[in-house]
């Protein structure tokens, strides 16, 4: 798979730690920990764009690609925050009605690696290489630039050090709960899934009359206690990048941005004032 291939590319470049991920045909989800926010940027900037021009190769896509920058979410050290996080990435497809088990869902996801401990393959495909390349077929040539990659899984920071098997049994129980709730939602409503097979037939260009947003919150936490944490340190970063920033611009180099802030660009020199 294209997908898998490149998010274990960028994975192995960018010594990104991934603990789960799920691909639908309008957005996706990853639950990861970076060790700074530029890994994050780096990490991410090489997935989306390569994401976009394999997919949009595939489907003959014009213009751009992805509707708006991607949004990343904080999760708090809570063990209940994270294994939410990880039960919704579980359900989708679920939650959208189009399967009644993430087992079925016939896209890129992380549930049969987590649940079966099955090895995530894919293939990345040197496209510099087959542009620059002459001599051979074509067919020849495709298969001199694919590479194998591998997505690598991590526990959950709140299971680390915990045995394979009780990582197993804990995503088992998750599965079991989105199956549960899922059967039990289409008998209330009298509804049922569309199934693997209408899934695969819809038009990766067609877009639904009306669909489902709302804006992601600053955090995902368990509690109100950790959110008033996160919420502070937040704002102490605020205000004193806001500082630090208004010292930049009056020219001032060593301003003294909070660790992990990107620094602003500098002002436009207008010829008057260059040196000289």
């Not at 590319?9 to 926010?37: C, F, M, W």
């Not at 992805?66 to 579980?90: C, F, G, K, P, T």
């Not at 693997?196 to 995902?220: G, I, M, T, Y």
Request: net charge positive; glycine share 8%.
């Amino acid at each position: 798979m294209l997908v898998v291939g490149i998010l274990g590319r960028a994975q192995r470049l960018y010594d990104v730690e991934i603990h789960g991920y799920v691909v639908l045909s309008n957005h996706y989800h990853l639950l990861i920990t970076v060790k700074s926010a530029l890994q994050l940027a780096r990490f991410m900037a090489y997935f989306q764009g390569n994401l976009a021009k394999e997919a949009g190769r595939l489907h003959n896509w014009r213009g751009p690609f992805w509707h708006r920058r991607y949004q990343h979410v904080l999760v708090s050290d809570e063990e209940a925050a994270q294994v939410n996080r990880l039960l919704y990435i579980l359900g989708n497809g679920c939650k959208e009605d189009l399967v009644s088990s993430p087992l079925e869902w016939p896209g890129v996801s992380s549930v049969e690696a987590l649940l079966f401990g099955k090895e995530d393959r894919g293939v990345w495909i040197d496209r510099t290489g087959e542009r620059r390349a002459s001599g051979g077929t074509e067919v020849e040539r495709q298969f001199r630039f694919r590479q194998r990659e591998i997505v690598v899984l991590s526990p959950l920071p709140c299971w680390e050090g915990m045995e394979p098997s009780f990582l197993r049994e804990r995503v088992r129980e998750l599965v079991a709960q989105i199956e549960t709730e899922t059967d039990a939602r289409h008998r209330a409503e009298g509804t049922q899934p569309l199934g693997v097979r209408r899934a695969l037939r819809q038009d990766p260009h067609e877009r639904p009359v009306r669909s489902k947003w709302s804006p992601a919150p600053l955090f995902h936490c368990a509690s109100k206690e950790a959110r008033s944490l996160l919420k502070e340190a937040y704002a102490s970063f605020c205000v004193a990048f806001r500082l630090a920033a208004r010292r930049w611009q009056r020219g001032d180099l060593s301003p003294g941005f909070p660790a992990g802030a990107f620094l602003p660009p500098l002002p436009f020199q207008h010829l008057s004032q260059a040196p000289g």
